[in-house]
C-alpha cells in the first residue's frame, strides 16, 4: 500500500531519561492516539526478513510474541496470528501496522504511535518499513540526564565521560539518520515541562492530530506513580552535580551542549576524578524521584 493510505505514525525517540516516557504518556492521554509499552522488535524483524525467510510472516509472529516485552502488550495470541493471517501477500509493513492497530483497539483507539528510546539508532530502518512514520526525538540538557540515568541498570557502565559520550553519540547520530527522514522533529524536554500546551500542540500539528487538552493530565488516567510535569528537573545540574563533575562532562560533550544552545557552567577538571561508583553514594543522598521521566 501507498503510504498516504495511513495516517502518521509518531515514533518518540530519544536517549534514555530525557522524556520519551514523558511524552509517550501524554500522547497516550490522547483520545483517539495509542503508544504502547517499549517494543524494541522492529530492527530485528527488519533484519531476519530481509534474509529471506521462507515464512516471512510466521518469522515476524515469532520475533513479536517471543519478545521479552511481549507480556506488557496484553494481546492475544490467536488475535495476532489471526491478524497476520489476513494480510496477503504478507508484507513487513503491514505486520507492523497490525501489531500496533491491535494495541490501539485495547483502548478503543484510531491512531497508534511508538515509544522506544532505541529506535534512534535505526531511522532508516523504520522508514524504509513505514513510509508514514514520523520521529519525534526529545532531547533533555546532557547533564541533567547523566543525573537522572545514573545507578539505573540501563546506564553505560564507567566514568562521567562515558555517559557524556553515550549521549553526544546517541543524538549525533539520530540527527543524522535524521537527515534522510521525510518527516523528523525535535522536542526539547525543558519546553515539554515549563509549558506543556505549546509543545503538545508543535507535536500535534507534526503528526496531523486534534489537539486534546486530556494531555495536559495525562497524570491523572494513568498510574499514580506519575506526577505532573516538575520544572525543578530542568537544570538540576546546576544544583546537584558538582563542578568537577560538571567539567569533566562537558570536556567531552560541551561542544553539542553549546550547539543545543545549553550553557556551560563546569570547570575545567583538576584531576582525573572519582568514578561513578563514588557518584552513586552521593546521590542515594539526594534519591530520584521514580516519577523522573
Known amino acids: ?13 530519544g536517549v534514555p531519561r530525557s522524556g520519551t516516557t514523558l511524552l509517550r504518556l501524554m500522547l497516550d492521554a490522547h483520545s483517539d492516539l495509542s503508544i504502547p509499552a517499549e517494543t524494541g522488535f522492529i530492527p530485528d524483524a527488519r533484519r531476519i526478513l530481509a534474509a529471506g525467510m521462507a515464512d516471512g510472516r510466521e518469522a515476524f ?23 497476520l493471517q489476513a494480510i ?54 546532557g547533564r541533567d540526564a547523566a543525573l537522572s540515568v545514573t545507578g539505573l ?37 525543558e519546553r515539554l515541562i ?7 500542540r508543535r507535536v500535534c500539528e507534526f503528526i496531523d492530530l486534534p489537539y486534546d487538552s486530556d494531555m495536559e493530565r495525562f497524570h491523572e488516567r494513568q498510574d499514580p506513580e506519575f506526577s505532573p510535569p516538575d520544572a525543578s528537573k530542568v537544570e538540576r545540574w546546576k544544583r546537584d552535580m558538582g563542578a568537577d563533575m560538571r567539567g569533566r562532562f562537558e570536556a567531552v ?9 545549553y550553557g556551560m557552567g563546569g570547570v575545567a577538571p583538576a584531576k582525573p576524578g572519582r568514578r561513578l561508583s563514588s557518584f552513586f553514594r552521593q546521590r542515594r ?3 530520584e524521584s521514580p516519577s523522573d521521566p
Not at 253 to 261: F, K, Q, S
Open 1 to 13: 500500500m501507498l503510504h498516504f493510505m495511513h495516517p502518521p505514525f509518531p515514533f518518540i525517540v
Open 61 to 83: 509472529f515469532r520475533i513479536v510474541t517471543l519478545s521479552p516485552a511481549w507480556s506488557g502488550f496484553r494481546l492475544e495470541v490467536d488475535a495476532f496470528r489471526a491478524a
Open 88 to 141: 496477503e501477500p504478507f508484507d513487513l509493513g503491514e505486520g507492523v501496522r497490525a501489531f500496533y492497530r491491535l494495541c490501539a483497539a485495547l483502548s478503543g483507539k484510531a491512531r497508534w504511535g511508538d515509544r522506544t528510546p532505541a529506535y534512534g539508532a535505526h531511522l532508516d530502518a523504520i522508514q524504509s518499513i513505514l513510509p508514514e512514520a514520523r520521529f519525534i526525538h526529545v532531547i533533555r540538557d
Open 153 to 189: 541498570w540501563f546506564a553505560p557502565d564507567g566514568e562521567i565521560e562515558t555517559l557524556a559520550a553515550d549521549w553526544r553519540a546517541r543524538i549525533l547520530k539520530t540527527r543524522l539518520l535524521a537527515k534522510g527522514c521525510a518527516h523528523y522533529l525535535e522536542v526539547r524536554y
Open 194 to 200: 515549563t509549558d506543556p500546551p505549546a509543545e503538545l
Open 253 to 261: 560533550a560541551g561542544d553539542l551542549l553549546t550547539e543545543l544552545g
Open 285 to 287: 543522598l539526594t534519591r
